[in-house]
């Protein structure tokens, strides 16, 4: 089956860190993605990792994936005022071409 | 290159009317989707075109829904007619050739309100 589970909101305190947590369903998964979506505005890519890491670290980002679980989560170190928008992760399966299946989005708040 | 550019960015329709919206993909990038997004389901994919040909249309909610690609640079959406529950914003994206990671860049989406 296809589904991508996150929870709705999140709120830290800027300097905190963030961890966005999200769920997929399909264990063919081959790419999983965070977007971040700001307002009025459409996605854009934050980083992927490959179903075969377990671990992918960018800047203040840090995306963890355990397979056994089905689970991915980001990590934003450092949290910002700017980095308050609402994070997509999202999944691409073996043999799916590119259709991503998105999730519901988390809604990080970031509190001064 | 600009990004991908949608046209309208908010459109406001009466029930019943033609809806037509219009997207300029990046210029080089052979494929393109069109994504749905409301607040009950989230992002849906409804089609996509490799190379100008629908690849997967299985994510049209209905008949009233269409969309073409008569060339590399240029693609509609059209919903005839419009319902109330077709309000949502509408996202295009492309992406260019290469292999199954590669990135898919948003427009910045059209705002239909139905009423």
């Known amino acids: 089956g296809e589904d991508v589970e996150q929870s709705l909101f999140l709120s830290v305190r800027e300097g905190d860190s963030s961890v966005i947590n999200c769920t997929y369903t399909?264990?063919?998964?081959?790419?999983l993605y965070w977007y971040k979506q700001e307002p009025g505005a459409g996605l854009q890519l934050l980083t992927y990792?490959?179903?075969?890491?377990d671990m992918k670290q960018d800047q203040r980002l840090t995306v963890l994936l355990n397979k056994k679980d089905k689970h991915l989560s980001l990590r934003i170190a450092d949290t910002q005022t700017g980095d308050s928008a609402i994070y997509f992760c999202?999944?691409?399966?073996?043999?799916?071409?590119?259709?991503?299946?998105f999730g519901s989005g988390t809604q990080l708040t970031v509190l001064p | 290159d600009a990004g991908v550019i949608q046209s309208p960015r908010h459109e406001v329709t009466e029930m019943g009317q033609e809806v037509t919206l219009r997207c300029k993909p990046i210029?080089?990038?052979?494929?393109l989707f069109w994504y749905r997004q409301t607040m009950m389901r989230g992002l849906e994919l409804l089609i996509y075109?490799?190379?100008?040909?629908?690849?997967?249309d299985s994510g049209m909610p209905e008949d009233r829904f269409s969309a073409k690609m008569p060339n590399a640079s240029f693609s509609t959406l059209k919903i005839q007619p419009s319902e109330p529950r077709d309000s949502a914003v509408y996202f295009c994206?492309?992406?260019?050739?290469?292999?199954?990671?590669?990135?898919?860049?948003f427009g910045q989406g059209t705002r239909l309100t139905v009423v």
């Open positions: 994206a492309s992406s260019p050739p290469g292999g199954l990671n590669t990135e898919a860049f």
């Open positions: 399909d264990s063919s998964s081959t790419y």
């Open positions: 990792i490959f179903s075969n890491m």
């Open positions: 999202a999944e691409v399966m073996k043999g799916s071409a590119r259709q991503l299946t």
């Open positions: 210029s080089g990038h052979d494929y």
């Open positions: 075109f490799n190379n100008n040909v629908p690849i997967d």
